[in-house]
């Protein structure tokens, strides 16, 4: 350490190059050229800036390690807020290699995929008339109830083709629906993204959603036409997930939002512990090794969603720091930090081909 002599009130003054701590900048924006540029510059200075580059250097470090398995949670109305695009480049891109969302996330999704649009909420209408005129306000915006009419025709097409032998479960019924959008569908989506990229999309709490509702529709439907009723089994989501991970060399988990895909997405490291503990298999520890979160939750409210990575240090989810461990979590609206994040590290990989 870069200590000096001792002063009259007994602090020892050091000196900062000598102890090699790492200085700051102010953020010069003439020398910002590209996303990245700007993401490194603010990486170089406080507060959630410094988060923001923080966490594009982990996600990068995910994607250039080519024996981590990425997996990309999602939860909020993150598709209504217009993130669909990026999802399908870190798909398409090959940072992302399975998905765990909110159904409604994907529902929303559908809607853009198959043409549809959304809106900007105008406050001149109440919520009432917003309801009677059939646009859900989502925030500041609005989906109308048509496109949702339409994702329910979707689902009951494919659906309809369903072989009753066959269990449905999330990851099936969105590989299903991909494969439906690349016949059907010129624009792009997460499900197409997903399906032609053989990335897994789980939706754990899928009976709270949209395509849960369909789905529940369609069972109605079958059973007035005296169709053989079609069975969904969650378990099957499960084990898909846990085969998958228990593959894997090394795990990464980039979280925006929290919630249910979260904590579904991190508790495959207490399962594979507890695999090993009560005798079924014989296997090491299966921990996250890396960890993005973008999240404004903060931590003493004392849920899930706001939880810290070191705190699921505790419970076996993540290899700690000091046996290699790499976390960074921006506490930051998605919409703002997301494309921040996700666009450095697109750059940085060479994803985007643009003309000099």
Known sequence: MGKSKKTVT???LHDPVKDKLRP??????????TIDGLVRAMGDTAFTGRQVGDAADVLEAMARDKD??????????????KMGLIFCDLIESGVVNAIVSTGALMAHGLVEATGRSHFRYDA????????????????DSLEPEVNLDHVEKVVEHVLMAWDP?????SYKLHRRIGEYLIQNSPGRGILKSACQHNVPVFVPAFTDSELGIDFALHKITRQKRGMPALRFDPFEDFEKFAETMLATNRMGLFTVGGGVPRNWSQQFGVYAELLARRGYKK???KRYNYGVRICPEPVHWGGLSGSTYTEAVSW????????????????DDAT????????AVLERIGYFKRDK
């Open 10 to 12: 007994g602090r020892e």
């Open 316 to 331: 076996g989810k993540f290899v700690p720091p000091e046996e290699g461990g790499r976390f960074a979590e921006v506490f």
């Open 24 to 33: 700051i900048f102010p953020l010069d924006l003439s020398k910002c050229r």
């Open 68 to 81: 981590c398995f990425v997996v990309m949670t999602l939860s909020g109305a993150l598709t209504v807020g």
């Open 283 to 285: 296997l090491p520890l």
């Open 124 to 139: 001149k209408m109440d919520d009432k008339a917003l309801f009677h005129a059939g646009y859900n306000r989502v925030y």
């Open 165 to 169: 032998e066959d269990v449905v479960c």
């Open 336 to 343: 703002v930090a997301l494309p921040l994040v996700a666009g």
